[in-house]
């Protein structure tokens, strides 16, 4: 008798048998046979998922239960003619098709032509489409009218990896199931009772190195399976699975982690020496770094007994920190990897700034050493350099209490005092005004100043600009600036002197005619205009800027 891959072998014939998706068997299953008795079977199902975690199988198995000679059943006897035709795939009413290569509208409306005439053995006649999204957009036209309303002796089974490109009027016709990728444990669990079955030996570290491969699909776990079998000779161990996937043995990685701990450079290169004669793949050389860093950090949290001496030994070795900033080192650097000149060269990087960032206080010491020194000789200069603390004569004391930073004349008007007119001009943009207190700055002028007062002459053209809020941050800046608290008033007036605002606006005025001077006689210019009957766009010669 020829070989069956484990892959068919292991085929799931019935729900019981299926490894996973409770989810979707729980609901398959109500629908067949309720609590209350009651069938609600619906006309179109689509099962969803990535490669391998059961969608075909789940059709197939929903379809003995729709057509077992026992009856509407969810466990269905798997021993009459339906069930064992179907399990083989040579029942005449369950039309399997596979839509990848029969995409074109003329396929679909063959298929539909007899959808009309009744099942020929079976209770129902069932169309199970794979890879659905394959279809193309006239295909669905023409299954739409028969999905939307099919006799009542049809089925349809859906299944696609990819729903994002059915349309909505197909999936609205549909009951969606997604089937989930299978965690590692449940798959390595399902391969060891595989291999018990099959009496072949095997080790539970090689089968999770299977497991952790097959990224959530269990068909590509089985067919890894097969293939490590022949490669180790009828047994599956650890030493065959890590050649056969290119892994870099588990010591290596550990070696690295130890090197980095014990801050020994030369031991972590040497390291990496001895992975480059083993594989050329610093990618998943930085993956399973990070499997291994995450399998530390689980096991500081959450303890396990029988986790690996290994993990177990670094994860008291390394602290928390440690590991969560060696992490997202090493999640930066695997991202970064494909833009390094060589991914041996991007992969010595990662490591190398693992040691530059320690947190480890013990050690972080040795490499700031040089640092702390020069720290050391800098607070000795600046002591030298700080004279003694001498006892000062009765004229210097006067001199160190001299007048204050910013002194107010005691009174009188602006232009009697240090404080003019113009020297508003001067003082506002030193008050670092914000909001509508800047604008109402710039519409003012100073008129008089006393010890505890200020006041202020405002154009009315910036009467408007008068709010509670202005008000109180411009006072605010005032007795900031002068250091003592002032009480602020307002004088509206027309001012015929220039304001800030005013000035500002004639200096804006003055650049622009010496642009449009600029322009004007500028000899290229003219030649142009006489060459061409060039004309200047009004409006459109703006003056050069600081910025520009």
């Known amino acids: 008798?020829?070989?069956?891959?484990?892959?068919?072998?292991?085929?799931?014939?019935?729900?019981?048998?299926?490894?996973?998706?409770?989810?979707?068997?729980?609901a398959l299953m109500n629908a067949l046979e309720?609590?209350?008795?009651?069938?609600?079977?619906?006309?179109?199902?689509?099962?969803?998922?990535?490669?391998?975690?059961?969608?075909?199988?789940?059709?197939?198995?929903?379809?003995?239960?729709?057509?077992?000679?026992?009856?509407?059943?969810?466990?269905?006897?798997?021993?009459?003619?339906?069930?064992?035709?179907?399990?083989?795939?040579?029942?005449?009413?369950?039309?399997?098709?596979?839509?990848?290569?029969?995409?074109?509208?003329?396929?679909?409306?063959?298929?539909?032509?007899?959808?009309?005439?009744?099942?020929?053995?079976?209770?129902?006649?069932?169309?199970?489409?794979?890879?659905?999204?394959?279809?193309s957009g006239h295909s669905f036209n023409a299954l739409l009218k028969t999905l939307e309303e099919p006799p009542p002796h049809v089925k349809f089974l859906f299944a696609t990896t990819d729903p994002q490109k059915l349309p909505v009027t197909i999936l609205s016709r549909c009951l969606q199931f997604n089937l989930k990728r299978m965690p590692v444990d449940m798959i390595s669990g399902h391969l060891a009772n595989v291999l018990e079955q099959e009496n072949i030996p095997f080790s539970e570290s090689a089968l999770r190195l299977l497991a952790r491969a097959a990224d959530g699909s269990m068909r590509d776990a089985l067919s890894l399976t097969d293939q490590a079998i022949v490669a180790g000779g009828g047994a599956v161990s650890e030493d065959e699975v890590q050649d056969m996937l290119g892994l870099l043995p588990h010591e290596h990685l550990l070696a690295l982690l130890q090197a980095i701990a014990d801050d020994d450079g030369v031991g972590?290169?040497?390291?990496?020496?001895?992975?480059?004669?083993?594989?050329?793949d610093f990618t998943a050389a930085a993956d399973g770094f990070i499997a291994l860093l995450h399998s530390i950090a689980v096991q500081q949290i959450v303890p396990a007994d029988e986790a690996d001496a290994d993990i177990a030994?670094?994860?008291?070795?390394?602290?928390?920190?440690?590991?969560?900033?060696?992490?997202?080192?090493?999640?930066?650097?695997?991202?970064?990897?494909?833009?390094?000149?060589?991914?041996?060269?991007?992969?010595?990087?990662?490591?190398?700034?693992?040691?530059?960032?320690?947190l480890d206080?013990?050690?972080?010491?040795?490499?700031?050493?040089?640092?702390?020194?020069?720290?050391?000789?800098?607070?000795?200069?600046?002591?030298?350099?700080?004279?003694?603390?001498?006892?000062?004569s009765g004229e210097?004391?006067?001199?160190?209490?001299?007048?204050?930073?910013?002194?107010?004349?005691?009174?009188?008007?602006?232009?009697?005092?240090?404080?003019?007119?113009?020297?508003?001009?001067?003082?506002?943009?030193?008050?670092?005004?914000?909001?509508?207190?800047?604008?109402?700055?710039?519409?003012?002028?100073?008129?008089?100043v006393t010890d505890d007062q200020i006041t202020l002459l405002l154009d009315e053209s910036g009467a408007t600009l008068q709010s509670e809020s202005a008000e109180a941050q411009l006072a605010a800046a005032l007795a900031k600036h002068y250091g003592r608290s002032l009480k602020l008033n307002f004088h509206v007036s027309v001012v015929t002197e220039e304001t800030?605002?005013?000035?500002?606006?004639?200096?804006?005025?003055?650049?622009?005619?010496?642009?449009?001077?600029?322009?004007?006689?500028?000899?290229?210019?003219?030649?142009?205009?006489?060459?061409?009957?060039a004309v200047i766009v009004p409006g459109s010669i703006r003056p050069r800027t600081n910025a520009s």
């Open 1 to 26: 008798m020829s070989y069956q891959v484990l892959a068919r072998k292991w085929r799931p014939q019935d729900f019981q048998q299926m490894v996973g998706q409770a989810h979707v068997l729980r």
């Open 34 to 135: 309720g609590d209350d008795g009651q069938q609600r079977l619906h006309h179109a199902y689509l099962f969803t998922g990535t490669r391998g975690v059961g969608k075909t199988t789940l059709a197939r198995i929903f379809a003995k239960c729709l057509n077992c000679e026992t009856g509407v059943t969810a466990k269905p006897c798997g021993e009459c003619r339906s069930c064992r035709e179907i399990a083989e795939g040579r029942h005449v009413d369950l039309i399997e098709v596979d839509a990848a290569s029969r995409t074109k509208v003329e396929d679909t409306r063959d298929l539909l032509d007899n959808v009309q005439y009744a099942p020929t053995r079976g209770r129902f006649k069932i169309y199970l489409i794979d890879e659905v999204h394959m279809l």
């Open 268 to 280: 972590m290169l040497a390291t990496v020496e001895q992975m480059a004669q083993l594989t050329t």
């Open 313 to 358: 030994q670094m994860a008291k070795l390394l602290s928390p920190a440690d590991v969560q900033l060696y992490y997202q080192m090493a999640l930066y650097g695997r991202r970064d990897l494909p833009l390094a000149p060589d991914p041996r060269g991007g992969f010595e990087m990662l490591l190398l700034r693992m040691l530059a960032f320690r």
């Open 361 to 392: 206080d013990g050690k972080s010491q040795a490499h700031s050493t040089p640092v702390e020194k020069k720290k050391i000789v800098i607070e000795t200069l600046r002591e030298k350099e700080t004279p003694p603390n001498l006892p000062m």
């Open 396 to 448: 210097e004391q006067e001199a160190v209490t001299a007048s204050p930073l910013a002194p107010f004349p005691d009174k009188g008007k602006a232009g009697e005092g240090f404080l003019s007119t113009n020297d508003w001009h001067t003082l506002y943009p030193q008050l670092n005004l914000s909001g509508m207190a800047l604008p109402l700055a710039q519409h003012c002028l100073l008129e008089s």
């Open 500 to 533: 800030p605002e005013k000035r500002t606006l004639r200096e804006a005025a003055e650049q622009q005619k010496a642009a449009e001077a600029a322009i004007n006689n500028d000899p290229f210019v003219q030649q142009l205009q006489e060459a061409f009957g």
